[in-house]
């Protein structure tokens, strides 16, 4: 998601917010900005310049200009509420309040509409603005912004991490978080507030991590850290001590945790190219199809509109999903997104079995194979048999010009990046982000969808990454855990609906990287053999958000619970009924059906890494696993 830097000290704050920006600039790249404290008519005053774009454009706007202040404030954007834009990008600036965000307000129009009936003028579209104002509103009544901050906090509902700046208290800057992360550098004379210890580190390696409902109060070089309601905290000041093999690492222990931190960033560059923010419309461009129908694949006219040629996708029958592991089971969860969204009937395969059962594709069937290589032998396979029965292919890859993405008629990107660990992560929930455009965009073509809940849907998705950075925080407590869990004999994983995906693949993770005993089960089947297996020594790992399925699911939970399992659950919100009945109860952030395995598969990838580490295990490397298996 968005960068945050804030900065007080002795050096140029410009220099300092720039630099550590441009260690951001992974977290956003739609637009940036900074706000520094400046003489204007002999007035202190928080000076924005802003720019859309890449971070060099903000780099240029910059290069003439010149601050008095110590103080400053910087940003890098990817846009939820409103268009990338110069308008929407942040700083926002509100009354002499001037702030900086990462997140989601939740509740931004039950604010907005509350704001706008007070009279109050919006200068942008986004949902950081509205802080703004509130804020602006109480430091007039408080003449305080710690205790304005105080007073807002309250109103706010969602994931979201802010630093404030007001003139009339030119030398405070105040970060507060709910989510996403932010770490407090504290410096010889200087302190320095952001997103991630890696816009810290060229200025001091002593930082604080800041968690959830905490505030910091930054007065020159000196800061309090308070919790929401203004009670004084005492927070341990960790020295970090990076070699070059961590600083490739960016501070993790192993690659893999590190691309778990990074799947909001990678969700983020899934949905991209494929959403019009000003209309909030699902458009998935760049197929490049080589047909124009089913009977003519070798006479694409390659000056064809995209929009077109996936047009023809509306005339498809049947759509089969073809994949190994990890992509298997995205490809599973595919299926109930595409089938009750799309309202077109799915086969999911693994790809190893495909073609030896010697599949009947029906005329106008899609087949869609997804590998994360695109070198993945079995799957390749698949699609040349596919191609060879004369259906229309489509593949989901991570790296362009592979095997699978160059043979495909059609070719959409998981667009996550390099990932190093085998243990597949980010790829996976880049393919779960894709797969809900995907069953949006065939919904909105077979007019199964309408307006309404294409926006809601949209608007959903567009919120997962912030949402997904407050997930990220149950790290510690798997970290905790991990001594505890690596004793029990087994774990089962169960879910129902979409959720049973998860279960699958929490158990393929704990099984690559653990090496221990562990099964993905549908909930609904487990009076049909794994109950039997429940007992003080079987852990339960139950996937039960809040949807359709929940009540079912929690009858579910409680069998297990009788027969004596330890239980691990994981929900929506602060839900009583699964505390009571769970050992661990996981909150998750409220979500939309389709994206809740997004968010479900963080805490499943951070109880494996951690088990298997506190195993002693070679996380990035687990034995006899490779990271593309291009052999059978």
């Known amino acids: ?83 990338p834009s110069e308008r929407n990008a942040h700083p926002h600036s509100i009354g002499g309040v001037t702030l900086v965000h990462n997140g989601i307000i939740e509740n931004y129009q039950e604010i907005r509409q509350e704001l706008a009936a007070q009279g109050s003028q919006f200068l942008s579209d986004t949902d950081s603005e509205l802080v703004a104002h509130l804020l602006s509103h109480e430091v007039k009544q408080t003449g305080d912004l710690h205790a304005a901050v105080l007073k807002v906090w309250p109103r706010l509902i969602g994931a979201y991490a802010i630093v404030a700046v007001w003139e009339q ?9 709910n989510g996403p992360p932010l770490v407090l550098g504290v410096g010889d004379g200087e302190i320095v507030v952001a997103s991630d210890v890696q816009a810290i580190i060229s200025t001091t390696k002593r930082v604080v991590y800041l968690n959830d409902n905490e505030v910091v109060k930054v007065k020159g070089a000196n800061y309090e850290i308070t919790d929401h309601q203004g009670r004084k905290l ?34 983020a560059n899934a949905m991209a190219p494929h959403v019009d923010l000003e209309n909030q419309s699902v458009r998935l461009t760049g197929l490049g199809f080589s047909a124009q129908s089913f009977d003519e694949i070798s006479k694409l006219d390659s000056k064809v509109d995209q929009a077109l040629s996936f047009e023809k996708l509306k005339n498809i029958d049947r759509i089969f999903i073809i994949a190994c592991g990890t992509s298997h089971y995205a490809g599973l969860a595919g299926k109930y997104l595409i089938e009750q969204i799309a309202r077109i009937p799915v086969e999911v395969d693994i790809a190893s079995e495909f073609r030896y059962r010697e599949p009947f594709i029906p005329p106008r069937s899609l087949v869609l194979v997804i590998s994360q290589s695109g070198e993945t032998a079995d799957t390749l396979a698949a699609l040349r048999l596919a191609k060879q ?51 949006l965009q065939l919904g909105k073509l077979r007019s199964q969808l309408d307006r309404d809940r294409e926006r809601r849907f949209l608007d959903a998705l567009l919120g997962t990454p912030a949402q997904m950075e407050a997930v990220l925080a149950y790290d510690s407590f798997f970290a905790e855990a991990a001594a505890t869990l690596k004793a029990y004999r087994g774990i089962l994983f169960m879910g129902r609906g979409i959720n049973y995906p998860i279960a699958l693949e929490g158990a393929l993770k704990l099984k690559e990287l653990a090496y221990m005993h562990a099964e993905g089960y549908a909930a609904g089947e487990m009076k049909h053999g794994p109950l039997a297996l429940i007992d003080e020594r079987m852990l339960i790992v139950m996937v039960c958000p809040s949807d359709k399925n929940y009540e079912k699911t929690l009858s579910n939970l409680e069998e297990a619970k009788a027969r004596g399992g330890k239980i691990i659950s994981i929900g929506t919100g602060d839900n009583s009924q699964l505390k009571n009945v769970s050992d661990h109860y996981l909150s998750l952030p409220k979500a939309e059906w389709t994206v809740n395995p997004i968010l479900e598969a963080i805490p499943v990838q951070l109880l494996a890494y951690h088990v298997a580490n506190a195993l002693g295990h070679d996380v990035d490397q687990p034995r006899n696993l490779a990271k593309s298996v291009t052999v059978e």
């Open 1 to 83: 998601m968005c960068g945050i830097v804030g900065y007080w000290g002795s050096k140029d704050p410009k220099q300092v917010i720039v630099d550590g920006l441009k260690r951001l600039e992974y977290r956003g790249y739609d637009s940036a900005g900074i706000a520094v404290l400046d003489q204007v008519q002999g007035q202190p005053k928080f000076r924005v310049v802003r720019a859309q774009g890449k971070l060099m454009e903000l780099s240029r706007k910059l290069e003439q200009e010149k601050f008095s202040g110590q103080i400053g404030i910087g940003h890098t954007r990817w846009a939820t509420h409103g268009v």
């Open 169 to 177: 208290q030119p030398d405070v800057m105040v970060a507060f978080k």
């Open 234 to 267: 005492k927070k341990d000041i960790v020295t970090i001590d990076w070699s070059a093999d961590l600083v490739e690492k960016a501070g993790f222990n192993h690659f893999m945790l590190k691309e778990i931190h990074e799947q909001p960033r990678a969700v």
């Open 389 to 439: 029965a004369g259906a229309l292919t489509l593949s989901i890859c991570n790296v362009r010009a592979s095997s699978i993405d160059r043979e495909a008629h059609g070719h959409l990107y998981m667009n996550s990046g390099p990932e190093i660990g085998v243990a597949s992560t980010k790829a996976f929930v880049s393919t779960l982000a894709v797969l809900n455009l995907f069953a």
